[in-house]
């Protein structure tokens, strides 16, 4: 059974850091391109980052760049989302989710999801 499960949530200071984790069982994360998105309240869900399947290439979403890295380790068949600079507007509960295309941000691309980490920035 391909799942998908997130950790590395929690509450946070404003200027701080945390670090998601996603890890895959029944499948290997090398082979799909994996996606972090997020909805806070009240909001649509939207895609913060990704890892392509070939190549390892990512994106950020504009909100993240600089802030925000994605990263794989294909040894552990985790991704990784490190954020720093930690910000209120970051609230929200985080995803990971995986997908057989290259399409980034799309998320009727993805065809599996975790269950969410909730990630609360406040101080």
């Known amino acids: 059974q391909l799942q998908l499960v997130e950790s590395g949530g929690g509450l946070v200071q404003p200027g701080g850091s945390l670090r998601l984790s996603c890890a895959a069982s029944?499948?290997?994360?090398?082979?799909?391109?994996i996606g972090w998105f997020r909805q806070a309240p009240g909001k649509e869900r939207e895609g913060v980052s990704c890892?392509?399947?070939?190549?390892?290439?990512?994106n950020y979403a504009d909100s993240v760049k600089g802030r925000f890295t994605i990263s794989r380790d294909n040894a552990k068949n985790t991704v990784y989302l490190q954020m720093n600079s930690l910000e209120p507007e970051d609230t929200a509960i985080y995803y990971c989710?995986?997908?057989?295309?290259?399409?980034?941000?799309?998320?009727?691309?993805?065809?599996?999801w975790g269950q969410g980490t909730q990630v609360t920035v406040s101080s």
């Open positions: 989710a995986a997908s057989r295309f290259l399409l980034c941000f799309v998320k009727g691309a993805f065809n599996y």
């Open positions: 029944g499948f290997t994360l090398e082979d799909y391109t």
């Open positions: 890892i392509r399947r070939s190549g390892g290439s990512t």
